[in-house]
């Protein structure tokens, strides 16, 4: 079974800056590829940042040059930098990860982060 545990998530002022870790148990880790995904109320669940099992790393449009996803394979825990916040940052984000083997997808609990007006 494998169990994705996410933290970091909380209230910051819009322009501040704030940090999402998601931590995976078992083996797939390593071999797996992680994503950050983002859900506002009222809307659907959309792709935020994916880095592969060898650290190419793809961004939102929405987040590029603000948001940084990083991932460390000895901890089997991956990141997500956010600067510059802004109040559409506001979401529930969800942890992913995607084995590269048989597609085996698995999702975090979802930490909320909000920037209010």
């Known amino acids: 079974q494998v169990q994705l545990v996410e933290s970091g998530g909380g209230l910051v002022q819009p322009g501040g800056s704030l940090r999402l870790s998601c931590s995976a148990s078992?083996?797939?880790?390593?071999?797996?590829?992680m994503a950050w995904h983002r859900q506002a109320p009222g809307k659907e669940r959309d792709w935020v940042a994916t880095?592969?099992?060898?650290?190419?790393?793809k961004y939102a449009d929405s987040v590029k040059g603000r948001f940084t996803i990083s991932r460390d394979n000895a901890k089997n825990t991956v990141y997500l930098q956010m600067n510059a916040l802004k109040t559409d940052d506001t979401a529930v984000y969800y942890c992913?990860?995607?084995?590269?083997?048989?597609?085996?997808?698995?999702w975090g609990q979802g930490p909320q982060v909000t920037v209010p007006t």
């Open positions: 880095i592969t099992s060898g650290g190419i790393t």
């Open positions: 992913k990860a995607v084995h590269a083997t048989d597609g085996s997808t698995y």
């Open positions: 078992g083996s797939i880790f390593r071999w797996s590829a």
